[in-house]
């Protein structure tokens, strides 16, 4: 195990976790009656080299926003800033700065671990973010599985649009179940800027069933904040059950590739956030389309996000 990676566990579970690497989650295993279950896509360590590597990671902070901000460009309450892509070979920002910089261990138990980012940070571009902000997130085991808590604080003196998530990442299987309900889903352009929402359409109609699409990069509106992942290789399914305040949820399920190298496994991502993609240059969606958060100074936001593992 890197020494860059701190680990909690309890009687059945364990969690990696690697504040030094964008606070990212390495692995969330389960060890029972002698078997051991990956619930979320295990990181190579060996991988974890450079802050974009932090994609190749369980899962990744998205603070303070989710997902990109069209044209590099934030207009907000008559202010317009312009922004840089946080990484070189993208055209817009994308996720924020957490995921890319260095968190500090406030806590650490057995099992539970507290990290937090603040920012302006040293170990991260600002791309021109005009607002500074602390994020916590605090991870602990219970007998139901892995709980991570999620904050946010506006420690700037202006107003501040706001945002969170985490970017799960899970092994795919061709038969497996996806099940979750939702009213909505954004389709976008070449660039996954949101442009255009529908209410039921085949996607959020599939996923009540149980269907995962391959092929998607969505935004889905009115999510219950519950999800359920059936792996038919085990037998066993995940339950996910998150706060009110995440109110959508982002599916990225890529053409999954044939493969024997381990770190390439067919995976995809079910991402609880509180706001839909460039929400924050749309101030007056509403909360039913995925509206954004703002914060005054010293305003927080916070929510939960529950793992619970079912063994059949």
């Not at 990696?16 to 969330?28: L, N, Q, R, S, Y």
């Not at 295993?29 to 051991?36: A, D, E, L, M, Q």
């Not at 209410?199 to 109609?205: C, K």
Request: contains cysteine.
């Amino acid at each position: 195990m890197s020494d860059s990676v701190i680990v909690i566990k309890n009687d059945v579970y364990e969690v990696g976790i690697c504040p030094e690497k964008g606070g990212v989650i390495t692995h969330f295993v389960s060890v029972k009656n002698g078997t051991k279950i990956d619930w979320l896509k295990p990181t190579i360590l060996s991988e974890l080299q450079s802050p974009i590597d932090a994609l190749k990671a369980a899962s990744f902070p998205l603070f303070p926003f989710s997902n990109r901000i069209a044209n590099n460009k934030l207009v907000i309450e008559n202010s317009e800033y312009q922004l840089t892509s946080n990484v070189d070979v993208w055209p817009l920002i994308n996720h924020g700065h957490s995921w890319l910089g260095k968190w500090n261990i406030v806590e650490q138990t057995s099992s539970r671990a507290v990290i937090v980012f603040t920012f302006p940070n040293t170990s991260v571009e600002g791309c021109g973010w005009p607002y500074s902000y602390e994020a916590e997130q605090v991870f602990e085991l219970n007998d139901k599985g892995l709980n991570v808590r999620l904050k946010l604080l506006n420690t700037s003196e202006k107003t501040m649009p706001a945002g969170m998530g985490m970017h799960p990442y899970f092994l795919y299987e061709p038969d497996m179940l996806v099940r979750f309900n939702s009213t909505g889903q954004w389709f976008s352009d070449e660039l996954v800027i949101p442009n255009l929402h529908k209410t039921e359409t085949d996607a959020v109609l599939n996923f009540r069933k149980g269907h995962l699409e391959v092929g998607l990069d969505n935004n889905f509106t009115g999510w219950d904040g519950k999800a359920t992942l059936t792996w038919p290789s085990h037998g066993g399914h995940l339950t996910i059950n998150a706060s009110d305040i995440f109110r959508n949820v982002v599916v990225y399920s890529p053409e999954p590739v044939p493969t024997h190298n381990v770190a390439e496994k067919a995976f995809f991502c079910l991402e609880p956030v509180t706001h839909t993609t460039n929400s924050f240059n749309n101030i007056d969606l509403p909360d039913v389309l995925g509206g954004t958060q703002m914060l005054a100074p010293n305003e927080s936001i916070q929510g939960d996000v529950q793992f619970t593992p079912h063994f059949d």
